[in-house]
T-cell receptor, first 114, second 114 residues
Framework: AQSVTQPDIHITVSEGASLELRCNYS??????LFWYVQSPGQGLQLLLK??????LVQGIKGFEAEFKRSQSSFNLRKPSVHWSDAAEYFC????????????FGPGTRLSVLP | DAGVTQSPTHLIKTRGQQVTLRCSPK?????VSWYQQALGQGPQFIFQ???????QRGNFPDRFSGHQFPNYSSELNVNALLLGDSALYLC?????????????FGQGTRLTVV
């Protein structure tokens, strides 16, 4: 069965600093991988996805993620964090061939210091 | 263009009661999935409806049931409520046709069981 772990429950960074959120997955075949962000009172918003091809994928809001099969990882990065990036971030792996239903990780809460 | 809308936004129920949550998908979408997000955790997949039938189901008891209407809107029903059913219930919509289509999430219904 698929599973996703996010080792960091809470991360605090200063505005303008770089960010890396870790994600590890367990899946037998080539996974469909996603990063979602959830702001307070908001639904989940897709940041980026990986299906195949180039292992470095670009997303919205200046985020990128790198798929590393050998490490079963799909870490999210941003070179310079903005105060508006404070939110909960979820890594997910698709549980179907359509890439529409997901197994989510427990999430990482990001706080941004001014 | 209205996104995914869920109602109600909050509700409080007593243990043992039954509850119905509602979801209207994004315009043009025909597939609805439901997730349960307990406090401090990632969303967990409950089930997905396509063409008015349950297409995929997660590891949830039969107390959780659903329905999809001809206009693609959906209901989630939970019978014999337990305190542990307290959570944020998220609805996501997408297109069920072949090929990937981004899933859009609603803001959720916060259910409290007392």
């Amino acid at each position: 069965a698929q599973s996703v772990t996010q080792p960091d429950i809470h991360i605090t960074v200063s505005e303008g600093a770089s960010l890396e959120l870790r994600c590890n997955y367990s899946y037998g075949a080539t996974p469909y991988l996603f990063w979602y962000v959830q702001s307070p009172g908001q639904g989940l918003q897709l940041l980026l996805k990986y299906f195949s091809g180039d292992t470095l994928v670009q997303g919205i809001k200046g985020f990128e993620a790198e798929f590393k099969r050998s490490q079963s990882s799909f870490n999210l990065r941003k070179p310079s964090v903005h105060w508006s990036d404070a939110a909960e971030y979820f890594c997910a792996v698709a549980m179907d061939n359509y890439g529409q239903n997901f197994v989510f990780g427990p999430g990482t809460r990001l706080s941004v210091l001014p | 263009d209205a996104g995914v809308t869920q109602s109600p936004t909050h509700l409080i129920k007593t243990r043992g009661q039954q509850v119905t949550l509602r979801c209207s998908p994004k315009s043009g979408h025909d597939t609805v999935s439901w997730y349960q997000q307990a406090l401090g955790q990632g969303p967990q997949f409950i089930f997905q409806y396509y063409e008015e039938e349950e297409r995929q189901r997660g590891n949830f008891p039969d107390r959780f049931s659903g329905h999809q209407f001809p206009n693609y809107s959906s209901e989630l029903n939970v019978n014999a409520l337990l305190l542990g059913d307290s959570a944020l219930y998220l609805c996501a919509s997408t297109l069920g046709s072949p090929g990937w289509t981004e899933a859009f999430f609603g803001q959720g219904t916060r259910l409290t069981v007392v």
